[in-house]
């Protein structure tokens, strides 16, 4: 049968094909309304988009916390994992009945469930972490199209981020032979290009992050230290790209490619319980360790090789809570649980506060930080390194919060041990 011709010019139709083909390619590219890329400030992994609790595209904060509003609440099971943020989606784990571990996708706008995807596998901690619970411990990560969330029997599952279900997984005690670690899987994984890095099965491993296979092993502890409780980051010192990584009893900087140790440092540290991130400063790393010291090791280049030396050391003492730098100033919370202000230059503690709570998690954003105590309890603090100043104070959370704040645009999320809350800025 002949076509019919069109009564429409040639130039027209020509015109009308471009624009329908322009229209198929931009509705296949575009992001869907809660994958892709990010919209906004995204929060998609531990301590945030760049790893160091820094949001400096949000809008600046307002001098104190009466306009923060909550937006939304989602009852769930006890979880140390904070919250994370990619587009329209919110994803938090919990611990279900002592047995199972769930991780959950939610409407970032309203808190409605996406989905949730469940496996078998919780693991009952020491007697005297006991009061801490046996809870999923490490924050997951996102890049958009898998979701990589650590379980505590040493298990790293990706799951597709449209609908949860398991991509891969991978069980490092079965693959390398190596027993449970006795705190679960604390480290959260770091997603850096195609692989995502971990600390799991007694050392540090790279894996291909589409396929789950394991590209290299390093930093293997051989002393039955179990895995390390500290997080790696990606960082440049003296030009060389590399992960710099806490294990339980030493700091090493680690080629990403080759997985070559390229310095290592023994920290000192009490029965292995070095948790900070490592902070990177200025071809330096500042770190902090329980029971111990504040350390800031220089790392230096000799003949085209990395060296690193102790350049200085004070006697505050670390703990859990990873510090936030602004300027060259750290904001470091403590054992006792006291906070305080270093130079980073010179290692000079310049204030020191009384006691609030066991746990902060902060979030720095320009002249001001935003510190959740495991009391449930909101701080804004102005980032001033002459002295300490408590701008305002709030209870957010009815249960003890443990997990890192996120904080995305506008939109601050909470995570305590009964749930999770949305807040705005009003």
Request: aromatic share 12%; hydrophobic share 40%; glycine share 8%.
């Amino acid at each position: 049968m002949k076509r019919k011709a069109s009564a429409w010019p040639e130039s027209f139709v020509r015109s009308h094909r471009i624009t329908r083909l322009l229209a198929l390619f931009v509705l296949l590219t575009t992001p869907s309304a809660y994958g892709g890329e990010p919209e906004g400030d995204s929060w998609p992994q531990w301590r945030g988009p760049s790893r160091d609790s820094q949001v400096a595209k949000s809008p600046a904060w307002p001098k104190n916390l009466a306009t923060l509003t909550q937006e939304w609440r989602v009852e769930l099971g006890p979880s140390y994992s904070g919250p994370i943020v990619w587009g329209k989606r919110v994803f938090v784990t919990e611990t279900e009945d002592k047995t199972h571990e769930v991780a959950w996708a939610l409407d970032r706008t309203t808190g409605r469930e996406l989905w949730r995807a469940k496996w078998k596998g919780a693991l009952s901690v020491p007697f005297f972490a006991k009061k801490n619970g046996d809870w999923i411990r490490a924050t997951p990560a996102c890049d958009g199209e898998s979701l990589f969330v650590a379980g505590m029997q040493d298990v790293l599952i990706c799951l597709d981020i449209d609908s949860g279900a398991e991509r891969w997984r991978v069980d490092f005690s079965n693959k390398f032979g190596t027993p449970l670690p006795s705190f679960g899987f604390v480290s959260s994984p770091l997603v850096d290009g195609e692989h995502v890095y971990v600390q799991a099965g007694g050392g540090f491993v790279k894996l291909n992050k589409r396929t789950g296979d394991v590209i290299w092993r390093t930093l293997i502890d051989g002393g039955g230290m179990g895995s390390a409780f500290s997080s790696p980051v990606a960082a440049t010192l003296h030009g060389t790209p590399q992960l710099v990584v806490q294990m339980r009893e030493k700091l090493a900087g680690v080629a990403s490619e080759t997985g070559e140790v390229l310095w290592s440092q023994v920290v000192p540290s009490f029965r292995g319980m070095n948790i900070l991130t490592p902070t990177v400063f200025d071809n330096g790393v500042f770190t902090s360790g329980y029971k111990n010291k504040t350390f800031f090791y220089r790392v230096e280049e000799h003949d085209s090789a990395l060296r690193v030396n102790e350049a200085w050391t004070t006697k505050a003492q670390g703990y859990m809570s990873s510090p936030v730098v602004i300027d060259h100033y750290a904001y470091l919370h403590l054992a006792n649980g006291r906070a305080c202000c270093i130079d980073l230059k010179t290692g000079e503690e310049t204030w020191r506060t009384r006691s609030f709570g066991d746990y902060w998690s902060m979030v720095a954003n320009r002249d001001r930080i935003l510190a959740l105590n495991q009391r449930g309890e909101l701080l804004l603090i102005a980032a001033d390194p002459k002295k300490f100043r408590l701008l305002d104070r709030r209870e957010v959370a009815g249960a003890e919060s443990w997990a890192h704040l996120a904080v995305s645009g506008d939109m601050v999320f909470v995570r305590d041990l009964l749930g999770i809350s949305a807040f705005v800025w009003k």
